[in-house]
């Protein structure tokens, strides 16, 4: 009997906490002020898994303006803050975060460098795989290699079409990489002009395929996922 109330008494407090976690991220997520922002952001090193994914949710509802206090967390975080700091900017599809990103998939918790791979996933599906390319480029060049098969493990379709920007010497010397967009017209100039250069020489890979518009899924990935229900 007294193990049934002090289950039911666990039950009760741990409602409470559940919603007072909300309640508290809600909170924050409304105020749209900086110090918010902050007490968002510390709220992916706290040891309950339930608070971080209530703030990454919330981060991501925010956009763009979350992305920077994120990226010292990258470097300086427990493990699970480095996982949730790369889930958030992955579900804001943060393409400043590019660069840190990439040196995350070679963390020494393997746990925190999938969720690296997929938030750079996230930011190649949302027009970032030339600035992932960008990013890339300007790696040592004894890591490049390594950071790209980790994407490729990831995401074949990105990996090698960041392969191939790379190739693309103009843009990736080009100083302003925020204007390196998939769908800024110097990118998409490159990558049809060179997809049709590869048609016409019959040279092109079997997985290379017409650039497709930014936010357009990958009819592979697709067939893939429907493979795997």
Known sequence: ???????????????????????????LEQRQDEQGLTLLVECLSDESGYLRELAEAALAKIGERGGPPLLPLLRQGLWYARSSAARALGGMAYAPGAGAL????????DAVAREAAAALAAIGAHGGAARIAWELHRAPAERRAARL???????????????????????????????????????????????REDQKKGSAPVEAQPP???GTPDPAASGADASAR
């Open 212 to 214: 497709r518009p930014v």
């Open 149 to 195: 098969q980790r994407l490729r493990a990831r995401d074949v379709t990105l990996a090698l079409r960041v392969e191939r920007l790379l190739g693309a010497e103009h843009l990736m010397a080009h100083p302003d990489p925020d204007g390196l967009r998939d769908d800024a017209p110097l990118v998409r100039a490159w990558e049809e002009r060179t997809w």
């Open 102 to 109: 990439l040196e995350l998939v070679e963390d020494r918790v």
């Open 1 to 27: 009997m007294k193990e049934e109330t002090a289950g039911r008494v666990h039950e009760a407090l741990s409602a409470r906490g559940l919603a007072g976690k909300r309640d508290y991220v809600r909170s």
